[in-house]
């Protein structure tokens, strides 16, 4: 194992009863890398997460964490790890700054470290106004960002972001991106499960995406979208509520077609030249729009499934 | 970090916790034992003194203090190791949070326990001040009856924290009041011997901790000989606390360890 690994699993399984939610999977992410599982809710994402985390025991298979294994050394791991998980899991009764000296006191650090330290966090978090406030008080994008925060406390070689910014508001999840960027750059290594493919663009240097606790295809956001996708595509819709048979006169424009409930997408590399081919067959969709492909195409492509139902 | 150090940021969480609420928990916990003592020490002691010249040879606000600090004990054991546990591990599921932080859950919960030993500690010897001046308090062999109150309290509050991770949500927490913690409080001999009871229930009694903590504590209060079987009582006190904090460990574990 060289160095720069921070992460290996291999055949990594979790199997709660009969269910299988991992299923034999290998990953490897690097120091300083961004790296990112993308799938729907239950693809299995939260559960790997959570063995890695070094808080769920591993069915089977092999994980190593800093070298390490979380069977064996699961909290020294853990205390060198920043876990900001899909429940924010804080004390709403206390401040702010409370829950963060309080957290970072169980890491071991002195009262005076954690003060310090949390006095640059809330900065770093834009909460220092709110830093004696109780957590209820908060919105939800600034407990997100609290725990984001919070998972800093001690410094982290890995951050774990268990899908940062579901359930905020579109706002709210563009000053978590900063954030989270910030950190990218000052080196740490951040691993980030979504079902978001444009949060995975924005913050992943490298993805996996997973189904049914499988990985489906592994490689950066752009490798994966020319592997898998064309370069455009175009969104097609028909004013009725079945667009199944709305299919055929479009038939061999683009290099593929994928039709959908609400909508038919045509995938080809130049999208107005597709356009343009709708047109000249006589067809007059209510819209048409061409965009630029996106993983979540490569999802689609993937699974025959979109990722957020 | 070792485990001293563990256990003691843990506490010092709790005591942000506890002053919290000092304030509050204080008030009922002098405000409650003087309406006890008014009512039952000294309303329906002057009843049973004139009446029968109080109970075992002893005015019965002397009778009945020592089971009241027993009750205290254990109402307030229960009371800390019930819906707030279920808050810890189901709502703000804040152990998850000392998990990831990192810490086992052993140190978790043994710091939780040392906590709810406190708390029952100063719940009790407030009851002990408010029971002085109402002059139901002899002597300094009284104070023998915290460490019984804390045995006894914990002897709830270890196995009532298998509630928290196994049930599915917290309407059991006032069957378990209704149905355990009341008749407990009414039957184990801490307003009349439980020999007053009907032979058949009598046994019920000796599988309750209060009772035992009762047996233990009312001699060493009263500075009466303590019971020939002082041994049995405390085993059975220790078995409580020590199968609950096993079992309870293990539950909790199994729920937060998945």
Not at chain 1, 299 to 306: E, N, P, V, Y
Request: with cysteine.
């Amino acid at each position: 194992m060289t160095d720069d690994l921070l992460l290996t699993a291999r055949d990594l399984t979790k199997k709660f009863g009969d269910f299988t939610a991992v299923d034999s999977i290998d990953v490897e992410v690097r120091k300083g890398e961004a790296f990112g599982f993308l799938g729907p809710n239950g693809a299995g994402k939260s559960s790997t997460m959570r063995m890695i985390a070094s808080v769920s025991p591993v069915t089977s298979g092999e994980l190593r964490i800093f070298g390490l294994d979380p069977a064996v050394d699961g909290q020294q791991i853990r205390a060198r790890i920043g876990n900001c998980p899909q429940k924010d899991l804080l004390d709403e009764e206390l401040s702010v700054e409370e829950n963060l000296w309080v957290y970072g006191r169980f890491f071991g650090l002195s009262r005076a470290e954690v003060r310090q330290r949390a006095t640059e966090l809330l900065d770093f978090a834009q909460l220092s106004e709110r830093r004696a406030d109780k957590v209820e008080h908060l919105s939800g994008g600034m407990k997100r960002r609290l725990v984001i925060a919070r998972s800093l406390i001690n410094n982290p070689e890995l951050l774990l972001l268990d899908e940062p910014t579901t359930g905020l508001d579109p706002q709210a999840r563009h000053v978590l991106w900063d954030r989270l960027f910030r950190l990218k750059r000052q080196g740490v290594t951040l691993i980030i499960t979504t079902h978001y493919m444009d949060e995975a663009e924005q913050l992943c240097d490298r993805l996996v995406v997973m189904d049914k606790g499988r990985i489906a295809a592994e490689g950066s956001p752009r490798d994966l979208i020319d592997r898998y996708s064309t370069r455009e595509v175009v969104e097609v819709r028909f004013d009725t509520d079945d667009h199944a048979p709305h299919a055929a006169p479009l038939e061999g424009i683009g290099e593929r077609m994928e039709v959908l409930p609400d909508r038919i997408l045509l995938y080809a590399d130049n999208g107005d030249e597709a356009a343009v081919a709708i047109a000249g067959r006589g067809v007059h969709p209510l819209s048409t729009l061409v965009r630029r492909s996106t993983l979540e195409d490569v999802f689609l492509h993937l699974t025959g499934r979109t990722l957020v139902d | 970090m070792s485990v001293p150090e563990r256990i003691g940021v843990l506490l010092a969480y709790h005591w942000v916790l506890f002053k919290r609420t000092i304030s509050g928990a204080l008030v009922s916990r002098f405000l409650l034992p003087m309406l006890f003592l008014a009512s039952m020490g000294l309303g329906v002691g002057s009843l049973v003194d004139s009446a029968s010249g109080g109970v075992d040879g002893v005015p019965y606000l002397l009778y009945v203090v020592p089971g009241l600090v027993m009750v205290t004990a254990m109402n307030v054991a229960v009371g800390e190791s019930t819906w707030p546990v279920m808050g810890f591990v189901k709502w703000n599921e804040f152990y998850r949070a000392m998990i990831n932080a990192p810490q086992r859950v052993i140190d978790i919960l043994v710091a939780h326990w040392l906590m709810i030993a406190f708390n029952v500690l100063i719940s009790a010897g407030a009851f002990m001040v408010v029971a002085a001046l109402f002059g139901g308090v002899r002597s300094w062999w009284s104070l023998l009856a915290l460490p019984i109150a804390v045995l006894t309290g914990m002897a709830f509050s270890t196995p009532l924290f298998i509630i928290a991770a196994k049930a599915s949500n917290d309407s059991i927490y006032s069957a378990l009041f209704r149905l355990v913690v009341t008749p407990i409080m009414l039957f184990s001999g801490a307003f009349f011997p439980i020999e007053q009871l009907p032979t058949w229930m009598q046994p019920v009694a000796w599988v309750t901790p209060l009772w035992h903590g009762i047996e233990l504590g009312r001699p060493a209060f009263l500075g009466t000989p303590a019971s020939t079987i002082w041994w049995a009582h405390v085993g059975v006190l220790l078995a409580y606390v020590i199968g609950g904090a096993w079992m309870s460990a293990r539950a909790i574990r199994d729920r937060l360890v998945t």
